[in-house]
């Protein structure tokens, strides 16, 4: 879940990647990453959840995870549409 928090910057090295390959191979994976935590929430048994409260809750109440669903990646910003 951590590669919602992190930046462009911290995926890369910027001498062997150009800038457009960096922001398209972010993209990917934050959107993966999303995907990956949309299908966890939708599937996880009601028995379950409350083992992952504390983890869900910590994420969800940050910030960073929703200033994602202003993103102008549609692949990104269509994942918090629910």
């Not at 919602?4 to 911290?10: A, Q």
């Not at 398209?24 to 929430?41: F, G």
């Not at 995870?65 to 202003?70: I, Q, R, V």
Request: proline share 2%; hydrophobic share 45%.
């Amino acid at each position: 879940m951590h590669e919602i928090y992190i930046s462009m910057k911290n995926l890369f090295i910027f001498r062997t990647t150009e800038p457009e390959d960096m922001e398209n191979k972010y993209n990917r994976v934050l959107t993966a990453s999303l995907l990956a935590i949309r299908k966890l929430l939708s599937n996880i048994p009601a028995n379950q959840m409350d083992s992952c409260k504390t983890a869900l809750a910590t994420m969800l109440d940050n910030g960073k995870f929703w200033k994602h669903g202003k993103s102008k990646v549609s692949s990104v910003s269509a994942i918090l549409i629910i």
